[in-house]
């Protein structure tokens, strides 16, 4: 087993002073690190009775498609503000160094349908709680959340409570 930690790189500073951002193209460039991590958040969500797969962009895409792949379910894109060509509803949310809008096409999910949110980095919580507010919108299900990284000390995970929670690494 590889030591997936070990393939995220710190990038003090980054997007501003103070903030200690988590590279994972570290761990996306190693080909059995990046296939490891995806077999290991498949597993753990396998059972969880997901319809479809969302991901939110970008990072979301890179995980999210391929564990939707992997389950034999299709993908839903959660896009940032003007980026779906269709009929959108959307949230406003803030991060831990600013705030950023998520739309979601209205069609994309279906009444009741078993949604699973996969993203990179579990923070705050903004993001994916924005991601639920969109699919509760449209009266869909959250199956669980599935993240490879989870910055334990922001507490993201109690914005989740009530919700299946996943992630592979965390500090």
Not at 2 to 12: C, E, G, H, Q, T
Not at 67 to 76: D, K, M, S, T
Not at 104 to 110: P, Y
């Amino acid at each position: 087993m590889i030591d997936l930690a070990s393939r995220v790189r710190d990038v003090p500073g980054f997007p501003k002073p103070g903030i200690v951002f988590k590279d994972i193209t570290t761990l996306l460039r190693d080909g059995p690190a990046f296939q490891q991590a995806l077999d290991q958040l498949t597993d753990l969500v396998r059972d969880w009775g997901a319809d479809v797969v969302a991901g939110m962009e970008s990072r979301g895409f890179i995980f999210g498609a391929p564990i939707a792949y992997n389950l034999g379910l299709g993908f839903v894109p959660v896009r940032k503000l003007g980026k779906l060509p269709a009929k959108t509803i959307s949230a406003e949310y803030a991060l831990e160094y600013g705030t950023n809008t998520l739309e979601l096409h209205v069609d994309a999910v279906q009444p009741g349908q078993r949604v699973l949110l996969v993203d990179d980095l579990l923070a705050t919580g903004g993001t994916v709680s924005a991601t639920i507010e969109l699919v509760e919108r449209l009266d869909g299900v959250i199956a669980g959340t599935a993240f490879l990284v989870e910055l334990t000390f922001l507490e993201g995970r109690r914005r989740l409570d009530g919700y299946e929670v996943a992630s592979l690494i965390k500090y």
